[in-house]
């Protein structure tokens, strides 16, 4: 990895040169929530001024910029006996400025299943393609238990990573085009000091660390207590909203739907995001619903996020970011089912 530094004046400068060729978005306060606290998303930057770099959390995840909620997979002409089908996924050139490790860890992990796996999904592979990463470190919040899942650094899927420094930004490159920009905005070589102050920097951010979540036999767990009443305690309180699905940075369940005009002369293909706790996601043909109950599919939400994905990429797919947790207004957090599976085994 290499590593340069940059002054925030120059970071300004880099900011807004790349906003003269491509979209940039960033984090940008939008309200203030029940609490008084504030809002923030994701959106476009027309201006500099607007990124709020000491951003908390979004309270939905930058995954939706490469998996919608909704999106056109093709569209079709039909005359007659003849039809024409138009697949596209072009992408505008983009940056993402400001995204947390765990995000980046979160697109880690679901390149595995979009870019990696026997069917890539090329909607997916354009867009990320198409986008620079930009991200950066934060001290964490209260509930946050990336630490817990190995999630809260990050080494790759990035082309640049800052580190606040004081009157500069430690960056660490992670691609070619991320070596170009830094470069091109005076990026600085890395003095002893700024070593310094980069180490000091990670020390603080280290010792932030209040939440944890012990995952260590959690995947054994999912097996053993199949049947635990963990289960119905906490799906019982689920009113299979799907909400801590939409939120997620690593949820990646999806429905498929075809919308015929009235003419019947065209036709679209939509995907959008779906959710395992939602009430009809295991229903089939014939009004047969494999999980008809919430403590059923919850229990199955949480044996994709840490027992099946293990199992196929030796990592959890949770992230930590709690986002799930805080969405939920039936208060089920992955550290409050969690801890009461490691509790029940231990009973
Ligand atoms: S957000 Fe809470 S209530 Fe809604 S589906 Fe998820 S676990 Fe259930
Ligand atoms: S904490 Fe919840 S929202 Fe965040 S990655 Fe884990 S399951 Fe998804």
């Known amino acids: 990895m290499l590593y340069k530094t940059i002054t925030k004046e120059n970071f300004r400068r880099m900011i807004e040169g790349l906003m003269e060729d491509n979209d940039v978005f960033g984090p940008k306060w939008r309200d203030r929530d029940k609490n008084g606290d504030k809002v923030y998303r994701f959106l476009k930057l027309n201006d500099f001024d607007e990124l709020q770099m000491d951003y908390t959390r979004t309270y939905s995840s930058p995954k939706n910029f490469f998996i919608p909620f909704k999106e056109t997979l093709s569209t079709y002409d039909l005359a007659e006996t003849e039809w024409d089908q138009q697949i596209r996924y072009t992408v505008h050139p983009r940056v993402i400025v400001g995204m947390r490790a765990c995000d980046i860890n979160a697109l880690r992990k679901l390149d595995e299943v979009m870019v990696k796996s026997a069917f890539p999904n090329p909607y997916y592979f354009a867009r990320r393609r198409n986008t620079v990463i930009i991200g950066l470190d934060h001290e964490p919040l209260e509930d946050c238990f990336c630490r817990s ?75 053993l207590e199949f049947e635990s009443e963990v289960w119905e305690r906490w799906g019982d309180k689920c009113m299979s909203c799907g909400s801590c699905a939409m939120v997620c940075p690593t949820c990646y369940c999806y429905g498929v739907e075809e919308d015929v005009d009235l003419s019947f002369t065209h036709a ?15 229903m089939v043909a014939g009004d047969h619903n494999f999980r008809p109950e919430p403590h059923i599919r919850l229990k199955y939400r949480y044996y994709h996020q840490f027992r099946g994905f293990v199992e196929a990429f030796n990592q959890s797919l949770c992230v930590g970011c709690n986002r799930c947790g805080v969405a939920c207004l039936a208060g089920i957090s992955p550290k409050a089912v969690i801890d009461d599976l490691n509790e029940t085994e231990q009973r």
Do not use: H, W
Not at 152 to 177: C, E, N, P, Q, R
Not at 178 to 206: C, H, L, N, P, T
Not at 268 to 282: E, T
């Open 149 to 223: 899942v190995n999630a809260d650094v990050v080494f790759k899927g990035f082309d640049l990573f800052l580190t606040d420094i004081g009157a500069k930004y430690f960056v660490a490159i992670g691609s070619d085009t991320g070596y170009r920009i830094v470069d091109r905005f005076g990026g600085e070589e890395v003095s002893e000091a700024d070593q310094d102050a980069f180490k000091s920097m990670k020390k603080r951010i280290e010792s932030k660390f209040k939440t944890q979540v012990d995952v260590t036999i959690v995947p054994e767990l999912m097996d």
């Open 268 to 282: 679209a293909k939509q995907r959008f995001l779906y959710s395992c706790n939602l009430i009809d996601f295991a």
